[in-house]
């Protein structure tokens, strides 16, 4: 071991020279998870940087662009003109497209819509999307009145009733008073 120590110069001598006995517990014990967690990490050899994770950076030009050709293909044509777009689904929620870019083929019976799409709920677009709404949506529409009906109807009934006088059997002796 002396000889070694005579041997070696340099900065890393006094750490190569560090006998297991020398380290603290808990700094092997450190190291010991983390080549367990790391494991076969490095690229190369023992000097070598670890490898990080690459991201793949995939474009979405050349899909829309095949996407854009095979609707070419089909002669789907712009229509032009729509400010919304609701899809209905069967649990009551809406798929709501505002001001989506529409495409149609009549003839291949194809409709493709692209945009930003929000899921809503029903109740949230109701004032202005009765008249969109069809017979499919019908059990939606009644649920909602029913618990409209309820969380109002509640409420009336517990004060609503104070300036409604009781009228008896003679309704001109009660509005006389």
Do not use: W, Y
């Not at 149609?104 to 799409?117: D, L, Q």
């Amino acid at each position: 071991s002396t000889e070694l120590i005579s041997r070696q110069s340099g900065p890393t001598a006094p750490a190569a020279n560090m006998v297991a006995a020398d380290i603290p517990a808990e700094v092997l014990a450190a190291r010991d998870k983390l080549k367990a967690r790391l494991g076969d990490v490095r690229t190369g050899g023992k000097g070598t940087a670890r490898r990080t994770k690459v991201a793949k950076h995939t474009s979405h030009a050349a899909d829309d662009k095949q996407l854009q050709a095979q609707l070419k293909r089909l002669g789907c044509n712009a229509i032009p003109g729509i400010e919304e777009v609701n899809m209905f689904k069967d649990d009551g929620a809406v798929l709501h497209f505002n001001a989506p870019k529409v495409q149609a083929s009549v003839a291949a019976n194809t409709f493709v819509i692209s945009g930003h799409a929000e899921i809503k709920k029903l109740e949230e677009l109701l004032p202005g999307i009765i008249s969109q709404l069809g017979p499919d949506n019908l059990m939606n529409l009644k649920r909602i009145a029913e618990s409209f009906a309820a969380t109002k109807g509640g409420s009336k009934d517990d004060g609503g009733d104070d300036d409604i006088p009781e009228v008896g059997d003679n309704f001109e002796d009660v509005s006389k008073k």
